[in-house]
């Protein structure tokens, strides 16, 4: 990979000074519209390299935390492979380090959910995303982008915020209340503290498909959904989550990047920057 996260060096972001590891998967082989959420990881890690790294907020430079990034994982031949591999990798590090992965498609999310599920048991997932990817099977594959929370939901409890499109066969298959639909949001003053308290156990780990945002300021995905969150309500949502929960891990999914477009490179980047300052500066 040409770059690390933050462009730091090395007494940053070697392994062994690090508290934070970077797993990039550049995996895009279900995607089903747009392709390029391969490219997602490297455009994260780039514009990173070109973010300012001090917080105003926090008044904190995050990445002294040691922010190590590992060489990107793959090419894989089938989602069945790359779900497997991806999680034996990931499964190294969790006890001893912070693992963020980047995608790829949402599909990798299913492997450092599995890794961390076994770290810690009992686990929420807090699923931040515009579709509710809860078909059991998709052309073919139960490990289909559009499948990854179904099989989330065989191993822990899932929270949905922000979804708006949703198929028919989806509909029976989760928790009323446990789904946060983004219109529902757009009228509800309380609704973080809603999301908060159907999240019943003190572990979470957060999945954040890109396409939550809206595309005003998030267009750089493969399927974008009008109606989606925006930045500062998604952060205080964040910030709210790493304050009153234990956020052990998360990752960040679907950046389709446009090579004329940098700021949705930039929001991905920060927003990792930010959830990390959350977890280590709170
Ligand atoms: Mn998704």
Known sequence: MKYNFGGLEEKFSSYDSSNIVIVPIPYDGTSTWIKGADKGPEAILEASANMELYDIEYDTEFYTVGIHTLEPLGPYASPEEMVENAYQ?????VSNKFVITLGGEHSISYAPIKAH?????????????AHSDLRDEYEGSKFNHACVMARAKEIAPVVH?????????ELNSF??????????LYYNRNWIEDVL???KTKNVYITIDLDVFDPSIMPSTGTPEPGGLLWYETLELLEETFRKKNVVGFD???LCPNEHNKAPNFLAAKLVYKMIGYKFYM
């Open 252 to 254: 960040v999914v679907e």
């Open 161 to 169: 915020v922000g979804i708006r499109s949703q198929c028919v066969e």
């Open 89 to 93: 990798e990931i499964k190294q590090h």
């Open 197 to 199: 308290s159907r999240i």
């Open 175 to 184: 928790d009323k209340e446990n789904m946060f639909y983004a219109h529902e």
């Open 117 to 129: 599920v076994e770290e810690y048991e009992s686990l929420t997932v807090l699923q931040l995303d």
